[in-house]
């Protein structure tokens, strides 16, 4: 099955930094990866996502890149704010026709005023 | 996106004991999922809800230990049978409006077992 790995497990930046989290995949049939954000106390809720016909993705201040050759993402956090700080998690979709997501080990992420 | 309600929120419960939790959407739903989420870890989907049918299960969970109900496109429960300390996780449901859609979570249920 699919294997998900995300690194750091843990980033500590300064307010207005950039944040870059990475994950790599092991299926290639994989075509769908979303990005989510777990605040403390609740559920991941999905921030970006990118399919695989499409090599980035960018909304505000947050961006996907999808390498398909080297099936590896990444997220990608500009101008970085203390309201950032959360757990992020990236996951992958074996099939895009049944949406069972493989979730790698998620990143700690600190953003410091 | 569709808002998700799970309840309740959290309990503690007594080892041996069950508890069901509930997963209601404010719309018609595809698909829902159950998933857990271990102290500091990420999430491993328990089973997918399927309506009408019987829950299709991942390798390491069975349906005797976390029956699973799915009676129309909106609503589901899950319940964590015979309960012991290692049950205590957070259980989040989450739903797709289909096969090819994001899937959303709920803010989920915190479990603890005594």
């Known amino acids: 099955g699919e294997n998900v790995e995300q690194h750091p497990s843990t980033l500590s930046v300064q307010e207005g930094d950039s944040a870059v989290i990475k994950c790599t995949y092991s299926d290639s049939a994989s075509n769908y990866f979303p990005w989510y954000k777990q605040e403390l106390g609740k559920g991941p809720q999905l921030i970006i996502d990118?399919?695989?016909?499409?090599g980035e993705k960018k909304d505000q201040r947050i961006a996907v890149t999808l390498n398909k050759t080297a099936k590896h993402f990444s997220l990608h956090i500009t101008e970085t704010q203390p309201e950032d700080s959360a757990v992020y998690f990236c996951?992958?979709?074996?099939?895009?026709?049944?949406?069972?997501?493989?979730f790698g080990k998620g990143t700690m992420l600190l953003v410091s005023p | 996106s569709a808002v998700i309600s799970q309840k309740p929120s959290r309990d503690i419960c007594q080892r041996g004991t069950s508890l069901t939790i509930q997963c209601q959407v404010d719309?018609?739903?595809?698909?829902m999922f159950w998933y857990r989420q271990q102290p500091g870890q990420s999430l491993t989907l328990i089973a997918t809800a399927n309506q009408g049918s019987e829950a299709t299960y991942e390798s390491g969970f069975v349906i005797d230990k976390f029956p699973i109900s799915r009676p129309n496109l909106t609503f589901s429960t899950l319940t964590v049978s015979n309960m012991s300390p290692e049950d205590s996780s957070i259980y989040l449901c989450?739903?797709?409006?289909?096969?090819?859609?994001?899937?959303?979570f709920g803010d989920g249920t915190r479990l603890s077992i005594l």
């Open positions: 989450s739903v797709a409006g289909s096969g090819d859609q994001p899937q959303h």
């Open positions: 719309s018609q739903v595809t698909m």
């Open positions: 990118i399919r695989s016909n499409v």
């Open positions: 996951a992958a979709i074996l099939n895009s026709g049944y949406s069972t997501l493989t």
